[in-house]
């Protein structure tokens, strides 16, 4: 195993003061939060950076957790999300119970990850400790947008699933949008660190019809399944929106 060695320098994790121009990508949140105890031991770990990365850069040896009793890198995989803002960091095994980890990208013990024209991250540090038991509660959906029963719904409305914790994305193939019963063609992306999914139709909704949002299947990172179905239903409009948002 890696032997983590400690590193002095500040922790960047906010943007740089106004009227200096440093283009260097940095970590915005973290999952777990810095400071969090009693996490479980099965969650995933978490990091958002405020810009696009280079997703090949941001691996096990540009982001990684240290166990604070053994003083050793924590094994385990990198995967990345479709914004290539988010990144999780999935343990082998379960943590040990009871200990405190720290969280780190782009410090003295691992190297540092690029954006998409090159420039290194600013260095991240954050610090948790586990609980004694595994995250056994399925994930739950927060809202949708459109809400539930909501008419006049412009024909090209952004649709949306917020969730309590982050998801896997290879779990979303249950989740559709059906139009008298039928699936209709969308494209799903996650975003705010794996919480939100964006449902993309492949070309705009009908007008005058009623949609329904049906949620299924999802699971989050410790392998715990929604329960049952959510089906949000909304109702379109004549037309789209030609407003910019405000």
């Known amino acids: ?73 924590v094994l385990g995989s990198v995967s990345a999300s479709a914004d290539m803002k988010t990144f999780s960091f999935i343990p082998s095994t379960p943590l040990p119970v009871g200990r405190s980890f720290t969280i780190e990208s782009g410090g003295f013990s691992v190297g540092a990850a690029l954006d998409l024209t090159g420039n290194p ?28 029963g909501l008419t006049g719904v412009s024909t090209n409305t952004i649709i949306q699933v917020q969730f309590n914790e982050p998801v896997r994305v290879e779990s979303l193939g249950q989740v559709q ?43 989050d990172f410790a392998g715990n399944t929604l329960v049952g179905t959510v089906a949000h239903s909304f109702t379109t409009g004549p037309a789209i929106d030609l407003n910019p948002p405000r």
């Open 121 to 148: 991250q600013q260095f991240f540090e954050g610090f948790f400790t586990t609980a004694f038991a595994t995250n056994a509660v399925p994930p739950q959906v927060v809202n949708t947008n459109p809400e539930n």
């Open 1 to 73: 195993m890696r032997k983590a060695t400690r590193s002095l320098r500040r922790r960047a994790t906010s943007p740089p003061a106004q009227g200096r121009i440093r283009p260097a990508p940095f970590v915005i949140a973290s999952n777990p939060d810095s400071g969090a105890a009693n996490v479980p031991t099965n969650s995933p770990i978490i990091i958002q950076f405020n810009k696009q990365m280079d997703s090949t850069t941001v691996t096990s040896a540009t982001f990684g957790v240290i166990d604070g009793t053994t003083g050793q890198f």
């Open 177 to 219: 949008i059906l139009a008298g019963g039928l699936p209709i063609s969308v494209t799903p992306t996650l975003s705010n660190a794996d919480e939100l999914l964006s449902l993309t139709p492949a070309t705009p909704l009908a007008g005058n019809v009623t949609y329904t949002i049906s949620i299924t299947g999802v699971q």
